[in-house]
């Protein structure tokens, strides 16, 4: 407990010393001025609790109006939505596919979207974006205007490289570039980051790059969760690139894995309608952040209370309050 004026904490003290003392020199004055005119002699012990309780009660809500003013303050912990959320989108040529109206890329955008708007003032999201390379395009902020920008920004080209989405989306997270051991190194120490999260919008179609695998080994021993959602449909689309037509379906066995290796899970999303029903469905971490909760008000409600008990068994024993 903390005060935000300690000082009066020493006030509360003099003042509630001297009210006892007082209390005492005038009983005193009170026995001895009783004993003069005959009126002296043993008092038993439910006497004296009568006799002193109502003012004892009087002087201990002083105390603690006292210290009330000295505005006492406790750290509680309130349980809220928070952290770091970083999307993370395929635009590979396959997204091209219209196996999901509009586009597999353009359903991934609207479910985004409303994903970003239903989020707390206290979720930062950024946004990046990976095809044959990862490009971080709005780093997370708690501006989410900024992050929908970015999304709207979105167009589709070449290969898929998740792993290095990973990377990069690991090393936006720590603030640091991560890169996979090598040669039978031991992993990089990336501290643990168990409020950030990221989610994956893809068809799971890889076509080289990092070991994905890896990738999500690392996240996990940082704490990173990884969510993702499949995007398309598993009898798949045809999209032209260069000249050729190229069969793509939706593969979830890769994206399956990564999920699972971080402890997040893979979300299914077979069409338009479900994508958006499917991005309600990302689990967000619930933190703990300790925040200062004054108790003036407890302490002017336990002092009020003891004051109309003290004065209430003072009028009804002996007649009057003091």
């Given at each position: 407990?903390?005060?935000?004026?300690?000082v009066?904490?020493?006030?509360?003290?003099?003042?509630?010393?001297a009210?006892?003392?007082?209390?005492v020199?005038?009983?005193?004055?009170r026995?001895?001025?009783?004993?003069?005119v005959?009126?002296?002699?043993?008092?038993?012990r439910?006497?004296?609790?009568?006799?002193?309780?109502?003012?004892?009660?009087?002087?201990?809500?002083?105390?603690?109006?006292?210290?009330?003013?000295?505005?006492?303050q406790?750290?509680?912990?309130?349980?809220?939505?928070?952290g770091?959320?970083?999307?993370?989108?395929d635009?590979?040529?396959?997204?091209?596919?219209?196996?999901?109206?509009?586009?597999?890329?353009?359903?991934?955008?609207?479910?985004?979207?409303?994903?970003?708007?239903?989020?707390?003032?206290?979720?930062?999201v950024?946004?990046?974006?990976?095809?044959?390379q990862?490009?971080?395009?709005?780093?997370?902020?708690?501006?989410?205007e900024?992050?929908?920008?970015?999304?709207?920004?979105?167009?589709?080209?070449?290969?898929t490289?998740?792993?290095?989405?990973?990377?990069?989306?690991?090393?936006?997270?720590?603030?640091?570039?991560?890169?996979?051991?090598?040669?039978g190194?031991?992993?990089?120490?990336?501290?643990?980051?168990?409020?950030?999260?990221?989610?994956v919008?893809?068809?799971?179609?890889?076509?080289?790059?990092p070991?994905?695998?890896?990738?999500?080994?690392?996240a996990?021993?940082?704490?990173?969760?990884?969510?993702?959602?499949?995007i398309?449909?598993e009898?798949?689309?045809?999209?032209?690139?260069?000249g050729?037509?190229?069969?793509?379906a939706?593969?979830?066995?890769l994206l399956?894995?990564?999920?699972q290796?971080?402890?997040?899970?893979?979300?299914?999303?077979?069409?338009?309608?479900t994508?958006t029903?499917?991005?309600?469905s990302?689990?967000?971490?619930?933190?703990?952040k300790?925040e200062p909760?004054?108790?003036?008000?407890?302490?002017?409600?336990?002092?009020?209370?003891?004051?109309?008990?003290?004065?209430?068994?003072?009028?009804?024993?002996?007649?009057?309050?003091?």
């Amino acid at each position: 407990m903390s005060f935000f004026y300690p000082v009066l904490l020493a006030v509360a003290a003099l003042i509630t010393g001297a009210a006892v003392v007082a209390y005492v020199r005038v009983q005193k004055r009170r026995t001895a001025a009783l004993a003069a005119v005959g009126f002296g002699g043993p008092v038993t012990r439910r006497a004296s609790v009568r006799r002193h309780l109502p003012y004892a009660l009087i002087l201990v809500a002083l105390a603690v109006l006292l210290v009330g003013l000295a505005r006492p303050q406790a750290e509680v912990s309130v349980p809220r939505v928070a952290g770091t959320v970083l999307l993370a989108f395929d635009v590979s040529n396959s997204m091209r596919a219209d196996d999901v109206s509009p586009t597999r890329l353009g359903a991934a955008q609207a479910a985004a979207r409303e994903f970003v708007e239903e989020q707390p003032g206290t979720v930062d999201v950024g946004v990046l974006v990976f095809g044959d390379q990862a490009l971080l395009t709005q780093a997370p902020t708690d501006d989410h205007e900024a992050s929908l920008a970015a999304i709207n920004r979105l167009a589709t080209g070449g290969g898929t490289s998740l792993g290095q989405a990973l990377l990069v989306g690991l090393g936006t997270i720590t603030g640091k570039p991560v890169g996979l051991p090598q040669n039978g190194a031991p992993p990089p120490d990336l501290g643990y980051w168990p409020s950030a999260t990221i989610v994956v919008f893809s068809d799971g179609q890889e076509t080289g790059g990092p070991d994905v695998t890896a990738a999500a080994e690392l996240a996990a021993a940082a704490g990173v969760r990884i969510q993702t959602v499949g995007i398309g449909t598993e009898r798949g689309a045809t999209v032209e690139v260069d000249g050729f037509q190229l069969g793509t379906a939706l593969d979830p066995e890769l994206l399956t894995t990564v999920a699972q290796t971080t402890g997040g899970a893979y979300l299914p999303a077979g069409d338009a309608a479900t994508l958006t029903d499917t991005t309600k469905s990302i689990d967000l971490r619930l933190t703990a952040k300790k925040e200062p909760l004054e108790l003036t008000a407890p302490f002017a409600g336990v002092a009020l209370l003891l004051l109309m008990l003290g004065a209430v068994l003072g009028t009804r024993w002996h007649g009057r309050i003091v």
